[in-house]
DNA sequence: CTCTCAATAGTAATGATTACTGTTACTATT
DNA sequence: AATAGTAACAGTAATCATTACTATTGAGAG
């Protein structure tokens, strides 16, 4: 139930930091990594991990877990929702004024106690929309 | 954007389909792969996971990849459902009465073509509620 | 400035899943 | 019933993302 948090603010993840605020990717951690090697080139891909881990956990960024093997980081914490292709795989934001209803009083919960939720939109990126066979 | 479907229903693929039918645990393929050698002690780890997947691309079965490296089967194939326990990671089913109500028209969906969405609830499950620090 | 321990680089290990390869067995058609 | 075509199989190797390990470094408090 205990979560990896940030202690100290080190270059690597000012850098990492820095390196998400300024696409709107959704990258994978070895996406960053190449992303921040190229300010950083000696970062291990261990660190790049581990600091997203961590960053997120201090919710100074976004780990998005909600499908596929590979997990993807959001520069943006502030709550947002999200499409991802399923063609291709990115992962866009969306934008919406109202706030989503979900419904929280089950029937029968099993026992469980709910206390939130993980969701994503699904659909097809602009460039797959085009041409569903590119990829 | 192919999946795999199910064109031979073999004997492997019925005793994965009448074992999911057994439990509602949701079990990942390596537990289903547990639960069918005791029938069938010659099957391979790697046609479960080819079935699983086929079984789920035909909707025979469903397939809870919405969060986790491993993914999660379920034998009901109705729409409905999930929490998962954010401290031991069981999955279990959710009963609503209800529908839920999705916003589908965003302001900007970015040029994406938003088909549809992934959900489920996270929480508790009774063992863990009782007490959290047992995993 | 010095001390402490969080964080690092580099590398090895893990674990879930997928791919490959030669063989088996459904199913339809002679 | 024999044959052909091919989906599916068992067994195993390979892949890929992620995590763990170990000795070393450096952030930041006092």
Redesign the pocket.
Known sequence: MSR??????????RI?LEELGKVTSHP???EVYGMVRVH?P?????????????MSGSGLIQKL?TC?????FDGNPAPHHHVRCLACGRVGDLQTDTELYIKADFDDPGGYKVTGYRMEYTGLCPDCRRDPLAI
Do not use: F, H, N
């Open positions: 990896p948090e940030v202690k100290r603010m080190t270059q690597q993840r990492i994978t951690a070895d950083l000696s970062i291990s891909l261990g660190t790049v991990y581990r600091d997203l881990e961590a877990e596929g093997r590979q997990k993807r």
